[in-house]
């Protein structure tokens, strides 16, 4: 119940396509959904965050949807870059203090020039 | 640039040293974590303080012994490691409390290899 699960492991798109990445939770205790990036050599690093009763967010180019009744939300990137070259790993949270966050497996995102 | 600042960044010890990774933040968070990731794999939890008590030990073993002297210092000391522990130790803080945010704000790392 704890597990987050995440898709695709990796994924390669061209300059200027979209990205989606799914992510899928069993636990209802999950109150907040957060999508952290991570470049090689650095610490993650928040992108976006979403709580269950909105149904999507907007940041730029970085979109979450949320599916509260399927239990699933994904990331989508908008116009990807090579710059957005990096490991994406979606979360849960239940909240309550502090963060006791549950990573998705990751997603290494790979876009091409 | 981090806020939350590790060191060292690198780390070369045998499996008889002793040695300690150190973090420091000074963004007035009163939780401050330790996480090892593996290569190609999400952070794990390794240990959670909350207003400088220790509130979560993920059953890691004791050759692991983290220590917060205050609220912006987190160590980790480690003795008798092996191998398998060679990854990347990441720190991290957030609030200790209010409304979730699901941010918790990582460190760089420091990327610990065992002989």
């Known amino acids: 119940q704890q597990q987050v699960k995440q898709s695709p492991q990796s994924l390669i798109v061209q300059k200027g396509g979209i990205s989606i990445i799914n992510c899928a939770y069993e636990n209802t205790a999950f109150d907040y959904f957060p999508w952290y990036q991570q470049f090689p050599g650095k610490g993650p690093a928040l992108l976006i965050a979403i709580r269950p009763d909105v149904s999507e967010k907007k940041e730029g180019r970085f979109t979450i949807s949320f599916n509260k009744s399927a239990k699933q939300f994904s990331l989508h990137i908008m116009d990807s870059q090579p710059g957005d070259s990096a490991t994406y790993f979606c979360?849960?949270?239940?909240?309550?203090?502090?963060?006791?966050?549950?990573f998705g497996t990751g997603t290494r995102l790979l876009v091409s020039p | 640039d981090t806020e939350v600042t590790q060191t060292p960044k690198h780390l070369v010890m045998g499996m008889t040293n002793k040695k300690s990774l150190k973090c420091e933040q000074h963004?007035?968070?009163?939780?401050m974590y330790w996480y090892k990731q593996k290569a190609k794999k999400p952070p794990e939890l390794m240990f959670v303080?909350?207003?400088?008590?220790?509130?979560i030990n993920e059953s890691v073993p004791s050759r692991f012994s983290p220590e917060c002297p205050n609220s912006s210092l987190l160590n980790l000391h480690l003795h008798a490691l092996q191998p398998e522990d060679s990854a990347l130790y990441l720190c991290?803080?957030?609030?200790?409390?209010?409304?979730?945010?699901?941010?918790?704000?990582f460190g760089e790392g420091s990327r610990l290899t065992v002989l």
């Open positions: 991290a803080s957030s609030q200790a409390s209010g409304p979730n945010t699901g941010e918790l704000f």
């Open positions: 979360a849960a949270t239940p909240g309550g203090g502090f963060q006791k966050l549950v």
């Open positions: 303080y909350s207003y400088e008590k220790l509130s």
């Open positions: 963004m007035g968070h009163r939780a």
